[in-house]
C-alpha cells in the first residue's frame, strides 16, 4: 500500500521558519519527482517546490530563495525547509509522487502577523 505521510506543519510567527517531512512507503520514492504543494481555502493547489529524481529543482516564484526541497532516498523522505515565513504561506500542504499521482493528507501551515 502506497502512503505518503506530512508532518511538521504548524503555527509560526511571521519571519520565522518551519520543516516539512513527507514519508513515504516502498522503493519506488527512489524514483519519483516529489513536489510539494499547498492550498489555502478557497484557492487552487498549487505547487511550491518539485525535486525530480536526478535533482533537479523548481519552485513557485513566491518562495524563491526562501524555501529548499530536499530529499533523503535512503529515508524515503522529502523535505520542505521554509524560512522568512509570511502570512500568505498559510495553506495546507501536501506532498505528491510522479508520476504514480500520489497524494499525501496534508498538513497545515499557518503563519501569524
Known amino acids: 500500500q502506497v502512503q505518503l505521510v506530512e508532518s511538521g506543519g504548524g503555527l509560526v510567527q511571521a519571519g520565522g521558519s518551519l520543516k516539512l517531512s513527507c514519508a513515504a512507503s516502498?522503493?519506488?520514492?527512489?524514483?519519483?519527482?516529489m513536489g510539494w504543494y499547498r492550498q489555502a481555502p478557497g484557492e487552487a493547489r498549487d505547487l511550491v517546490a518539485e525535486l525530480t529524481f536526478g535533482g533537479s529543482t523548481k519552485y513557485a516564484d513566491s518562495v524563491k530563495g526562501r524555501f529548499t526541497i530536499s530529499r533523503d532516498n535512503a529515508k524515503n523522505t522529502v523535505y520542505l525547509q521554509m524560512n522568512s515565513l509570511k502570512p500568505e504561506d498559510t495553506a495546507v500542504y501536501y506532498c505528491?509522487?510522479?508520476?504514480?499521482?500520489?497524494w499525501g493528507q496534508g498538513t497545515q501551515v499557518t503563519v501569524s502577523s
Open positions: 505528491k509522487a510522479d508520476p504514480w499521482r500520489y
Open positions: 516502498g522503493s519506488w520514492f527512489r524514483l519519483a519527482t
